[in-house]
């Protein structure tokens, strides 16, 4: 007996970036900054009281309260859940599915795609230009395409730059009936202006963000979304039972009482992103993408799938992201020596 699948289910490859013990692991942009010591000792300290023996807070009342505190909004304009993933996923449950469609402008995070595929959401591929900023032409192909959802990332997964805010302005006011998801996960690396700040305008708008990578905390698996009351609610009606356990509860609460020690580590995280794309643009024939993300996006001289070999016989695990952009690299800017063994590396194997 073997249980039939769902149609389609056997082409779909799963989600997986490669997971290995190198001396610089540079290819899923998480934080190279372990956690404040103080952390471990107050997290330790309230797990001791937790009482596990009961279903934890199914609102998680207490981490959205502390998350609106942070944002300025009430808590219940803010969603908490495992993993900025599993935020986008419980959008799709509630504003997807059968009938309904989403836009996406490629290339961008392969995850939104995927997730329209499980939630059996219509997804429509967008195109960015050259530059891989959205505008005008992006907001025409939106509104002539009527999807229920539209995904804009910014900073861009795999690309790296910062989206115009007036153009994501433009998306929202042009589908008042669609729920627009802006996908932040890299924001706090970035200085261009949030979609936050349009929050108090736009009911339509959802704003997801991470603990992954600037709180350094990708092991937790929390995300969230700043977004309206009502569209919380609509959350409520699908979310599992109880889907933030208490354990992920007391990590996400310790570690906003630690936010100004995390934060102070996002300079450093940007000087390494900032020397990459230097080195980077010395080199002969390699093109740079400009970042504001933890990341830096590169087409290097030569075929990219021979240098991500070279690079990783050297101990350094960066990303290939051909997939998305033809003959692309993208490498996370971790801590000074991860670059410096980046940055050897890579001289190694493209010698002037
Ligand atoms: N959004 C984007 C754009 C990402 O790049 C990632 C991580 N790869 C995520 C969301 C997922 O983050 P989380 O760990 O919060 O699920």
């Known amino acids: 007996m073997t249980a039939r699948p769902r149609e389609g289910l056997r082409d779909m490859t799963p989600y997986v970036s490669p997971q290995l013990d190198v001396a610089a692991r540079l290819n899923t942009n998480e934080s190279p900054h372990p956690l404040p010591p103080g952390f471990f000792e107050e997290l330790a300290k309230v797990v001791r009281d937790l009482p596990l023996h009961r279903y934890p807070d199914g609102a998680a009342t207490r981490l959205r309260e502390e998350l609106g505190a942070v944002h300025g909004l009430p808590a219940a304009a803010v969603w908490a859940a495992n993993g900025s993933n599993e935020v986008l996923q419980t959008l799709l449950l509630a504003y997807g599915g059968p009938e309904r469609r989403a836009i996406t402008f490629e290339p ?89 700040g349009l929050l108090g305008d736009l009911r339509n708008l959802a704003v997801v963000r991470t603990f992954s990578k ?21 959350l409520g009606r699908v979310r599992l039972p109880y889907h933030l356990s208490a354990l992920t ?72 992201m051909s997939d998305a952009v033809p003959n692309a690299l993208r490498v996370t800017a971790g801590s000074e020596h991860e670059t410096d063994l980046f940055l050897k590396a890579l001289r190694e194997c493209l010698p002037a």
């Open 249 to 320: 509860q007391a990590a996400g609460i310790c570690a906003l009482h630690h936010r100004p020690a995390a934060r102070a580590l996002l300079a450093s995280i940007r000087v390494e992103r900032d020397r990459i794309a230097a080195e980077l643009t010395t080199i002969p024939g390699c093109v740079v993408y400009p970042s504001d993300a933890n990341f830096v996006l590169f087409v290097p001289p030569g075929d990219a799938r021979e240098l991500w070999r070279g690079l990783l016989d050297r101990g350094v695990l960066v990303r290939d």
């Open 108 to 196: 961008t995070y392969s995850l939104h795609g995927r997730l329209c595929w499980s939630t059996h959401t219509d997804r429509i591929r967008g195109g960015l230009p050259s530059d891989f900023v959205l505008g005008d032409p992006q907001i025409d192909e939106a509104r002539a395409a009527r999807p229920d959802i539209v995904f804009v990332c910014s900073p861009n997964n795999p690309t790296g730059n910062a989206q115009p805010i007036g153009a994501i302005r433009g998306l929202a006011e042009a589908l008042p009936d669609a729920l627009l998801i802006v996908d932040e996960a890299y924001a706090e690396f970035s200085d261009a202006p949030s979609a936050t």
């Open 214 to 234: 600037a709180y350094a905390m990708a092991g937790a698996r929390i995300g969230y979304a700043l977004t309206s009351p009502a569209i919380v609610e609509d």
